[in-house]
Structures are given as structure tokens and as C-alpha cells.
């Protein structure tokens, strides 16, 4: 994130970063105003970095691959690529260049509705200007084609050399403070922590010795994500226990959502509060909220962190990690590591990149970015320097893929889902804060001026919106900063929840769902006399 002023442009996409990411937002918006770095926004709304922008193009919600395939076109045509990069660093030319052939600017202009002159303007600045940085966040990866986006984000970047230089790279920016910790540590279906494949046999036996298990008994298969263990539940999945997450608010469909988790036969949830999930688990244990534990976060930047307890836990509430633990003694493990120490001790022990990290060091240091392997190593602020993990970075063949569901005669407007600046995620803990939910105490859909002057909406109307999963009634906030026949609701809000609207179709590899395009209508509510 300190790298913002070394770029000299930045590609913004998928990120809303004034208001989700607010401090790396004014970040960027000073390496703009002050050190002159170039910045281009690609957003179907008027969010704030676009007032900054030297170039911000309104894409149609669920085109970014088509798009980000258009910039490379234009640029591999008129020869602005950097060719020994690519001799050197990278596999597949052969048939990623015949992938760009589909993707003209009339073609991505048809696709996208950005115009092919926006675009070649696009292109040209990003891969002339220097050193380019992609910021992006879940606007990218919330689509039935996720991977691709992002796959598409990383030629972007391999085509021009973006990688292994401060100021560069490919940088998605995580939605809680510490979600990069949890993938760290494992919290993924496929691998052990240190992103160590669960099918790799060397893996299971290294985890295995150290859990004293047999090798036999260490699972070789991936696991389900989120999405597929509530599709498969009352099936494959018979009980979840839930730990700082709220589907029912937060997954999809939630009508469906809803009546999937009724099959269950337990529900275990462990949170600081009670939410809309919590209040239909079987069993609830209450956790110690960040205030009041110690241990560590893992950033957006992988930098390792140590935190102080500041607060004892209200009540019976206890950290995570003594509820995990007190469960495994009740299941028959005498030996389950009980403290902060006893598992930072195993995460160092079992985890390469982790293994220099160590709790004296994150004292004294504003944090470690990994891989540290040894005590002696200052961390690694810049990943792929020299080369990539895999050797030499693949050149993906991308073939265009339109979202799952589009406008039609019945719901003829595109929604789009994501936050707002007071509020966080389902709401559960900003919604309980009495200065933010006296500003924005209830969610509103913004509409374009034309689109609501068509229907006979005025601001400030409660109106109902409705998609193919259901309805909701909202207020309808009028504005010219929204692209003609989309609209957009933030999802924080219960009483107006808007992924009873969304789209639970899945992007095939990641299970990600389509939060960010689904069709819908909106219609004025005529009160009765």
C-alpha cells in the first residue's frame, strides 16, 4: 500500500476504495495530488477516485473480462508490450495472442459499452505511462467468471513487465482486516496453511507427524467452499459450525439460503453478537471480539501483525482459539494447543513462509511481510522478483464469457451489490454503533435519473424491487453518479437485504457467486387512500 506514490499509473477496478478501503483510498488519492501519479478508474458508477481520474470509463457491470482483454489487444497491435519480459518470464504467447483476436475494440465496445476511442485512450496511457499497479477487489472476482477477470488482470500485467518492481502488480484488496490471515493459515478447501496443496502426499505427512496422525488418515481430497456447503446441505453437509461469518444475511438467494440451512440437523455459531445466523443455530458460543485478545493479523499486504489485548471479553466470552480448543479436549485430543504461543510455536513450525516470524520480532516491528523464512530475513515487501512460484507465468487464453443472467423484457434493469462507507459487510457490528447507524440508517437503491423519470420514481420514494429469487422494498435515491439501467444496493441491511435479489450462479472454479450482475425491476409503491 506505501507503494501507491512509486507507481506511475493505476489501474483502479472492482473497488469502491474511498469507501471500503478508506485509508489506502486517501493513499491514493495523494499519490495523485501530490507525487502526479496518472490514475484510471474503470467503474459503472461516479465513486470517488473517478473525480481524480484522468480516464474513467463506465463499463456494463459483468464485461471485465472483455474489457481488460480490449486494453491488451490494442496494446499487443501497436507493439507497446514488453517483449523480453515475455520471452523470459512468461509461457502460452501462442495461444493467449490468438485469444486477443476476439476482443476488438468494436467488439469490446459492443460488449462492454465503453467506446473503442475511451479504450485505446486506456490503453495507450496505461502501457506508455511506466510503472502500472491493478488495485481491484470482490467488483472483480464476484462474477460467474471471477477467475477469468482476474486471470485477465494478470496478463495485463505480464504483457508490460508489471511484476517483481515496486509501484507494479496485481493487487486485490481484501475485504476484512484479517482475511489474508485466514487463507495463510489454511482457511481454504484445498490446502494446509502456507498454501501447501492438501493433495500433495509430502504435505499430508509433514502435517500428519506433526498432529501425530497416520498418513491413511489424512484426507487427500479438496474440500467444499461456502457456496456449495450450504447448496449441499441436508445432503453431503448434515451439521456447519460457523465462526464470524453470516450467511444468512450475506449468501445469495437468500431465500434459498434459508431454506437450505433449515435442512440442517446443527448449527453451531461462534460470534460476537447475536446474528441473523446465530439466531437460528442449534448452539451459540460467544467469542472475544479484536480488542480483546492478542495474537496477529495478516494484512492486504501479507504484512504480519502483533495485537495487543486492550479490553477483558464481556460475560463467558472467550477467544477463539480457547473455544477451538476446548471443544478438541471434549472430542478426545489431550494435546491441542491451548495458548497463543503453543500456536504460533506450530504455524512457524509447519509453515515456510511463517517460519522467521516470530512474536518478539512483531513487537518491536511495525509487522513482517512473508515469506520470512528465518529469523535473520527482513520479510518480502515485493512478491515475483526474478521469477514467478510456478517457474514461468502462464499467459492465459481467455475465452469471453457473458455473466449468468442479463436484463430481459420482465426485469429489464442490471443490480449491482456492494458497500457503503459508514457501514461494514452484514452490519452486525457497524449497525450496532449508534453515530454510523444515525447517519445511514437504512439502505437506499440508487437509480439513474432517466431510468427513474421513466418509471415516475422521485427521490426519496420507497419503491420494490424485484428479481427472478424474490422482492424487497427500499428508497429509491435518484442520481446521474449511476450508468443508465443498472442500479445499485448496498447489502448491510436486513430489512431491505439485497441478496434476496442476487444471483447464487457460481464461477465453475472458484464457487464464487454473482453478487455483482443480476436482472431486476423497480416499481414505484402507490400507497393505498
Not at 457491470?61 to 517483449?83: E, F, R
Not at 502483533?306 to 473455544?323: C, E, Q, S
Request: net charge neutral.
Amino acid at each position: 500500500m506505501q507503494e501507491a506514490d512509486k507507481s506511475n499509473v493505476i489501474l483502479i477496478t472492482g473497488t469502491n476504495t474511498t469507501w471500503n478501503h478508506p485509508v489506502f483510498g486517501g493513499m491514493i488519492k495523494k499519490a495523485v495530488k501530490e507525487k502526479g501519479v496518472k490514475l484510471i478508474v474503470v467503474d459503472p458508477r461516479d465513486i470517488g477516485l473517478a473525480k481524480l481520474a484522468d480516464i474513467h470509463m463506465k463499463q456494463n457491470p459483468g464485461s471485465d473480462n472483455a474489457w481488460l482483454m480490449g486494453l491488451q489487444h490494442i496494446i499487443v497491435k501497436n507493439d507497446w508490450h514488453n517483449k523480453e519480459f515475455i520471452k523470459e518470464r512468461t509461457e502460452g504467447w501462442d495461444d493467449y495472442v490468438k485469444s486477443l483476436e476476439f476482443y476488438t475494440p468494436e467488439k469490446v465496445e459492443e460488449i462492454s459499452g465503453i467506446s473503442k476511442e475511451q479504450l485505446f485512450e486506456a490503453a495507450k496511457l496505461y502501457a506508455t505511462a511506466g510503472r502500472g499497479a491493478i488495485f481491484y477487489a470482490m467488483g472483480i472476482t464476484q462474477h460467474s467468471h471471477g477467475v477469468d477477470n482476474v486471470m485477465a488482470c494478470s496478463n495485463l500485467q505480464m504483457i508490460l513487465g508489471n511484476y517483481g518492481v515496486e509501484g507494479t502488480g496485481v493487487n486485490p484488496l481484501r475485504g476484512q482486516n484479517n482475511v489474508q490471515g485466514a487463507c495463510d493459515m489454511g482457511g481454504l478447501p484445498n490446502v494446509f496453511s502456507g498454501y501447501q496443496p492438501v493433495a500433495n502426499e509430502d504435505a499430508r505427512k509433514k502435517f500428519a507427524d506433526a498432529w501425530g496422525c497416520k498418513l491413511e488418515d489424512m484426507d487427500d481430497k479438496v474440500g467444499q467452499t461456502v457456496t456449495t456447503m450450504v447448496q449441499n446441505a441436508g445432503a453431503s453437509i448434515k451439521g456447519l459450525y460457523i465462526v464470524g461469518e453470516n450467511p444468512m444475511m450475506s449468501d445469495p438467494n437468500q431465500t434459498h439460503a434459508k431454506h437450505q440451512m433449515e435442512k440442517l440437523d446443527f448449527i453451531v455459531v461462534q460470534d460476537i453478537f447475536l446474528t441473523e445466523t446465530a439466531q437460528i443455530a442449534d448452539v451459540v458460543l460467544p467469542a472475544a471480539a479484536f480488542a480483546e485478545k492478542y495474537g496477529t493479523i495478516s494484512n492486504t499486504e501479507r504484512r504480519v501483525q502483533y495485537t495487543n489485548k486492550a479490553l477483558n471479553p464481556p460475560g463467558d466470552a472467550k477467544h477463539d482459539h480457547v473455544i477451538v480448543a476446548e471443544i478438541a479436549k471434549r472430542m478426545g485430543c489431550k494435546d491441542f494447543p491451548e495458548t497463543v504461543e503453543a500456536l504460533w510455536a506450530e504455524i512457524r513450525k509447519l509453515t515456510p513462509s511463517y517460519a522467521g516470524i516470530s512474536h518478539e520480532r512483531l513487537q518491536k516491528l511495525p509487522g513482517l511481510r512473508w515469506p520470512c523464512p528465518t529469523e535473520e530475513h527482513p520479510g518480502t515487501p515485493v512478491l515475483h522478483g526474478g521469477k514467478f512460484s510456478r517457474g514461468l507465468g502462464l499467459l492465459k487464453a481467455i475465452e469471453y464469457k457473458p455473466s449468468a443472467e442479463y436484463p430481459s423484457k420482465e426485469y429489464p434493469l442490471v443490480l449491482t451489490t456492494g458497500r457503503l462507507l459508514q457501514h461494514y459487510h452484514t452490519g452486525s457490528m457497524t449497525r450496532r454503533s449508534k453515530v454510523l447507524e444515525g447517519i445511514m440508517p437504512s439502505g437506499m437503491i440508487e437509480i439513474n435519473v432517466n431510468d427513474a423519470a421513466k418509471l415516475n420514481i422521485k427521490d426519496g420514494e420507497r419503491v420494490k424491487v424485484s428479481s427472478p429469487r424474490g422482492s424487497i422494498e427500499i428508497t429509491a435515491l435518484v442520481t446521474k453518479k449511476i450508468k443508465e439501467g443498472i442500479v445499485f444496493i448496498p447489502f448491510h441491511f436486513a430489512e431491505s437485504a439485497a441478496n434476496i435479489l442476487t444471483n447464487d450462479a457460481l464461477d465453475p472454479v472458484a464457487k464464487i457467486p454473482e453478487y455483482k450482475v443480476c436482472s431486476c425491476k423497480v416499481e414505484k409503491i402507490v400507497k393505498n387512500l
